[in-house]
């Protein structure tokens, strides 16, 4: 599971300003619904938004957390280098747990989001 968010990140990571210039006109769609809301269609745009949003969330943590190699415990390293690097792992691990399950209710979100805006169409 490692390995593959690695691929992914080394991926995402030179497309971070597209995730974030995503993230930033998702807020300002949001805002301008917002502003200018006048019925119940808007409120499917605004959970489009969010939905969206969460995405370009979840691929920047995926850029940002998983895109350095990921460390591999040397035996003949000493006692401190390699606790060291089994906490670096299990953080990933932790990381990539956490991201697995976002991934998962977002994506989960996003079918509802998608029902519900094909619904007010």
């Given at each position: 599971?490692?390995?593959?968010?690695?691929?992914?990140?080394?991926?995402?990571?030179?497309?971070?300003?597209?995730?974030?210039?995503?993230?930033?006109?998702?807020?300002?769609?949001?805002?301008?619904?917002?502003?200018?809301?006048?019925?119940s269609a808007d409120e499917a745009y605004i959970m489009?938004?969010?939905?969206?949003f969460l995405w370009s969330l979840c691929l920047t943590m995926i850029a940002y957390g998983f895109w350095a190699p990921i460390p591999l415990v040397d035996p003949k390293a000493g006692l401190w280098a390699r606790l060291k690097l089994r906490v670096k792992r299990g953080y990933l691990w932790l990381l990539a747990i956490v991201t697995t399950a976002l991934s998962v209710l977002v994506a989960f979100t996003s079918l509802r989001v998608l029902g519900i805006v094909l619904r007010s169409l």
């Open positions: 599971m490692l390995a593959f968010y690695n691929r992914l990140a080394r991926r995402l990571h030179g497309h971070r300003w597209l995730l974030w210039s995503i993230s930033g006109s998702t807020v300002a769609v949001f805002a301008g619904t917002l502003v200018v809301s006048d019925g489009a938004c969010v939905a969206v």
